[in-house]
DNA sequence: TATATATAGGATAAATTTGTCCGATTTATA
DNA sequence: TATAAATCGGACAAATTTATCCTATATATA
């Protein structure tokens, strides 16, 4: 459904919202360790993630990644997927063709139509916050 | 969400339905030209889709392909899909976790449950013939 | 039976995605 | 101020997906 870098992505950001709940500021190693992904490909796409303006980085010793609060409650889920896949994975045609629209449907339109827009509803409305919240609680995992 | 070879293979295999309604087969290149995907990538599909026992092939001159007419009514979306992508599009973890589950879920999986069961009802329940017969009649389009 | 026109299938190439490596820069701290 | 630990960013490599090419085989028909 989304590319591996976005999957990377989410999970990083989540972890990252996860620590900064506690303000604590998390390195490259320490991220890719927790879930579980290449640490160099890991540092490209957070790099991504600043600069979208969804996580902040911090430069030099005691360095590292972090998220404010306050955004964490802001940020939903479609802002992640956007910033690295794009958006045609909610909005493109189900069977990549350029001139499908509603005036001009091709034959999967409607029926793909009602699963992309549920898509759309999910990404934009889950919060990191909602996803972080029910980790904290142990209702979810991040990692085995 | 697809990947591209799927996208052809739906559209090859909608195109090939249309013309075996009026039992008129169809060559390899009159598919391609007509659902704008390269000859020979679509040849792989193809074979791809008769070997999964899809579509129907016939060597030699005046070959090409079809589909018996009983089964453009029984083949569902999801048996191509299947054929060319495999199921981890509605079956897999929204996230790329090989552990998570219902007993064991990861932090978005409630959420993208709904989604993709949604996409593997719709995918399940639509037939070659309900896309064919829109198309036939119009409402619907190939191709631009 | 020769020919032209198909599919089948293997080898290869191009493009994209995924992943690595390394030097430059930033910054806390001993 | 030297050092160590961190991100930044560019170049490169591996793996996968997409796409091409060519030979073998099948078959209708002149």
Redesign the pocket.
């Known amino acids: 459904m989304f ?3 976005c999957e ?1 992505g989410i999970r990083a950001t989540i972890y990252i919202s996860l620590q900064s709940m506690q303000d604590k500021r ?4 320490d ?1 890719a360790q927790h879930i579980d ?5 890991t ?2 796409i ?2 991504q993630l ?2 979208h303006n969804i996580i902040n ?9 972090e998220i404010e609060k306050q955004k964490i409650k802001e940020i939903k889920l479609q802002q992640i997927v956007k910033a690295i896949d794009g958006s045609s994975i909610y909005m493109g045609c189900g069977l990549g063709l350029s001139e499908c629209s509603e005036k001009n449907p091709c034959p999967v339109h409607y029926k793909f139509k009602a699963v992309r827009e549920k898509l759309r509803m999910m990404l934009e409305e889950t919060s990191l916050y909602e996803l972080v919240e029910r980790l904290e609680s142990g209702l979810t995992f991040l990692k085995i």
Chains 1, 2 share one sequence.
Do not use: D, H, M, N
């Open positions: 590319s591996k870098a990377y998390q390195s490259l190693k991220i992904s290449p640490v160099a490909f540092a490209k957070l790099q600043v600069k980085s911090v430069q030099g010793a005691t360095g590292g990644f």
